[in-house]
């Protein structure tokens, strides 16, 4: 059933060193996001993919990557965590019709502590 | 830019009264508006959205929200509130990049229904 699938639900690692989170859609969207959502705030967009193409936020710091090797799954990278980036990440995707107003589905996102 | 601010980080309600979160907008041009709902170790899911048209938009689960352009306004509410709508709801505007629709979320408002 699930169509937005994130793992690991839970993530820590240690300061500075690199992690990776993964998202799989079973909708065939061809758009993809990755939010950010720290404790009591707003989620974030940090970045998403129209198929292959990969569109940053202007204030995404360059510690965050992404990798989306086919439709189906898409990778955020942290290349050295830092404190300030224990947070919720938040996977989602949504069809492309050019109008601005779609329906997101969003993953159950994975919770990633910083030791 | 575009934003959205949600007056009232927790909303308490009895099951049964009436439930209203507030969302007020910015926007330089017309927005599209969405609320969506966070339970519990899930993700979000949409519950309305407003794009054009009927000023009134009902969703999911007797909910429904009134765009007011002159208040700049799209609060959600519902008739009679029950133990199940106990929830995380967010207010988003978007903005069309063109080929995805990146959100603007609020902070949220955490609804509590007691009996």
């Known amino acids: 059933d699930a169509m937005v699938i994130q793992n690991p639900r839970y993530q820590v690692t240690q300061f500075g060193k690199p992690v990776t989170l993964s998202c799989s859609q079973t909708l065939n969207h061809n758009v993809m996001y990755w939010y950010q959502q720290k404790s009591s705030q707003a989620p974030k967009l940090l970045f998403h993919y129209y198929d292959k193409d990969f569109n940053n936020e202007a204030d995404t710091p360059d510690n965050f990557q992404s990798r989306r090797p086919n439709t189906s799954f898409c990778f955020l990278d942290i290349r050295s965590p830092g404190l300030g980036d224990a947070a919720m990440y938040l996977c989602a995707t949504s069809r492309d019709t050019g109008m601005g107003n779609e329906k997101l589905f969003f993953g159950s996102g994975t919770q990633l502590s910083v030791l | 830019a575009q934003s959205v601010t949600q007056l009232g980080s927790h909303v308490s309600v009895s099951e049964g009264a009436l439930v209203l979160l507030r969302c007020n907008y910015s926007?330089?041009?017309?927005?599209?508006l969405f609320w969506y709902v966070q339970y519990p170790n899930q993700g979000l899911q949409l519950l309305l959205k407003?794009?054009?048209?009927?000023?009134l938009v009902k969703g999911i689960t007797g909910f429904e929200a009134e765009f007011k352009k002159s208040e700049t306004s799209f609060h959600l509410t519902k008739p009679s509130a029950h133990m199940s709508d106990a929830a995380e709801y967010f207010c988003?505007?978007?903005?069309?990049?063109?080929?995805?629709?990146?959100?603007?979320f609020g902070t949220g408002t955490r609804l509590q229904v007691t009996l």
């Open positions: 407003y794009t054009t048209g009927a000023t």
């Open positions: 926007s330089s041009v017309p927005p599209y």
């Open positions: 988003a505007v978007s903005e069309t990049s063109g080929t995805a629709s990146k959100l603007t």
